[in-house]
């Protein structure tokens, strides 16, 4: 089954502790992208990347780190996570163009 | 600042009836414009995408694109119970295919 999986799906941390979301997809895209979803604003970009080793910044990518060194694992990392990263996250992958698929979402929550 | 903006709604509408929601863009050179749907407590799935002005139509959902004004929209037709969902607008910036931004989208609810 084609899909994109993340993992973990809930996560309650503290605050300065690093953690990382997997990502991945098993349909050979070669674009992968985290968002993060809340309240009343919308999906906003994180980071995206067009291909193995290839990353750029999308809109919001303050406090937050990437990786891709397989085309099929995209990974998030907070390296210090503060409290005003607590949102929904979601990974997307994508062959072209913005039709994107996406992950099931990873709710974060840092105390 | 790139902007997506979408009718906040709520947007309650009649079993059958057509719903319609709009989405207007800050910059002149996006190029791709989609539509995703996200029931709550989901991901977003796409359920249209449209490039040139004009009208696209698969099903019962029709997408409108007119970019002399910056306006996309977005009908569906026969409206469903199962169609009660936030649908969230989507642009591509200029010739960057890969940079993505969303509207906050727009909760529609189809009373039966």
């Known amino acids: 089954e084609a899909q994109v999986t993340q993992n973990p799906r809930y996560l309650i941390t503290v605050t300065g502790k690093k953690l990382t979301v997997t990502c991945s997809q098993n349909?050979?895209?070669?674009?992968m992208s985290w968002y993060r979803q809340d309240p009343g604003l919308g999906l906003r970009q994180i980071y995206y990347?067009?291909?193995?080793?290839?990353?750029d910044k999308g809109d919001v990518p303050e406090g937050y780190k990437v990786s891709r060194k397989e085309k099929r694992n995209f990974p998030l990392i907070l390296e210090s996570p503060s409290p005003n990263q607590t949102s929904l996250y979601f990974c997307?992958?994508?062959?072209?163009?913005?039709?994107?698929?996406f992950g099931p979402g990873t709710r974060l929550t840092v105390t | 600042q790139k902007e997506v903006e979408q009718n906040s709604g709520p947007l309650s509408v009649p079993e059958g009836a057509i719903a319609s929601l709009n989405c207007t863009y800050s910059?002149?050179?996006?190029?791709?414009f989609f539509w995703y749907r996200q029931y709550s407590g989901k991901s977003p799935e796409l359920i249209m995408f449209?490039?040139?002005?004009g009208d696209k139509e698969d099903g019962r959902f029709t997408a409108q694109l007119n970019k002399a004004s910056q306006y996309v929209s977005l009908l569906i037709r026969d409206s469903q119970p199962s169609d009660s969902a936030t649908y969230l607008c989507?642009?591509?910036?200029?010739?960057?295919?890969?940079?993505?931004?969303f509207g906050a989208g727009t909760t529609v609810t189809v009373r039966a």
């Open positions: 997307a992958s994508s062959l072209d163009h913005g039709e994107q698929y």
């Open positions: 349909m050979n895209h070669e674009y």
């Open positions: 990347s067009m291909n193995v080793e290839v990353t």
């Open positions: 910059d002149r050179g996006s190029q791709s």
């Open positions: 449209i490039y040139s002005n």
């Open positions: 989507a642009v591509n910036w200029g010739s960057n295919d890969y940079k993505l931004s």
